[in-house]
């Protein structure tokens, strides 16, 4: 059920850091089609020596998403085995993690953002329909495959990346650290439901019209647990209509949570400009 891609048909470059029990490389693939060699330009994540036990579940992420297609979720394009080494290799997006590229822009619009919550909740619908959870939701696993311009009519795309090790696995205290994209069900359970995928879409919204910045950030372990106990939400955001559409994904019982046609109906229903003005009349502060 796996493409199987041989290891000397890949090349290594650079390290691009480490996720969730992995590292990861940019690099290359070479294939021969009609005699002829081509070269593609992949992302190479490789599971931690340490963490090998996990392998099978870290393929199973491959595998499900080399067996769904849709425009805005990651290619995958197979995994390679060398010794004792797992590889899942897969597209690589040429301007990488939203998170880092909000936090390092100085200023996006808030046309270019919506633009990024209705293809997440695009991808999400697709997911949906095909009753698949993924698990893994947050703006580091968005991938920006375009910049865009919003001053121009050239969109953004992102591409949901691959939502790695299952929580099972990763143990305890990896799934806290994931508070508060992680829905507060799962910390019980480490089983996700559709619905777990949808708080997660509310904690990724939240992110992205933060600018990148990571909720609860510098918040340790034991704070990030009472978050949940104590039924916390997140700041709300000043554009009420937004807040209110977070404040409805991130609902502690999971079944009140919307479906994903109610998102897209309500992101759709957003108008960018009512809340530019109100900025521009200082009627909310900055
Ligand atoms: P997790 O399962 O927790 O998401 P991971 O193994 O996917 O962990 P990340 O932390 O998501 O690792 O990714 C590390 C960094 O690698 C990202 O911040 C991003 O910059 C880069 N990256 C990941 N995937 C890609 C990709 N397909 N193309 C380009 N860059 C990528
Ligand atoms: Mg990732």
């Known amino acids: 059920q796996f493409h199987m891609i041989k290891h000397e048909d890949l090349t290594w ?5 480490q996720g969730s029990f992995t590292h990861i490389f940019r690099g290359s693939k070479t294939d021969q089609r009609d005699g002829v060699t081509h070269t593609t330009e992949v992302l190479l994540k490789v599971l931690d020596a340490n963490h090998k036990n996990c392998w099978e ?28 080494k797992n ?14 590229y909000l936090k390092k822009s100085m200023s996006v619009s808030v046309s270019w953002k919506l633009d ?11 997911l949906e329909e095909k009753n698949i959870a993924h698990g893994n939701i947050c703006a580091k696993n968005l991938l920006l495959a375009r910049e865009g311009d919003p001053s121009s009519d050239n969109s953004p795309f992102i591409k949901l990346s691959d939502p790695g090790t299952s ?12 508070i508060p994209w992680v829905a507060p069900e799962v910390l019980d359970t480490l089983e996700i439901e ?33 978050f949940y106990e104590h039924f916390s939400n997140l700041p709300a955001l000043e554009w009420t209509e937004l807040a209110d559409l977070i404040a409805q994904c991130m609902q502690y019982q999971p079944e009140l949570r919307p479906s994903c ?15 530019e003005i109100l900025h521009a009349t200082g009627t909310l502060p900055k």
């Open 13 to 17: 470059k650079e390290s691009l850091g």
């Open 57 to 84: 579940s870290f393929f199973e992420a491959a595998s499900l998403m080399s067996q769904i297609s849709h425009k805005h979720l990651l290619l995958v394009y197979g995994i390679s085995v060398h010794k004792s």
């Open 87 to 100: 590889i899942m290799v897969q597209e690589f997006v040429k301007h990488g993690a939203l998170d880092l």
């Open 116 to 126: 990024v919550a209705k293809q997440l909740a695009c991808a999400l619908n697709f």
């Open 167 to 178: 929580m099972a696995l990763l143990g305890k205290d990896v799934v806290l650290d994931r």
């Open 194 to 226: 559709l619905e777990c995928d949808k708080w997660s879409f509310g904690t990724t919204l939240w992110e992205i019209f933060n600018n990148g910045e990571a909720p609860l950030q510098g918040q340790d372990l034991i704070q990030k647990q009472q």
């Open 261 to 275: 046609r109610s998102i897209i109906r309500q992101l759709n229903s957003l108008i960018t400009s009512d809340y």
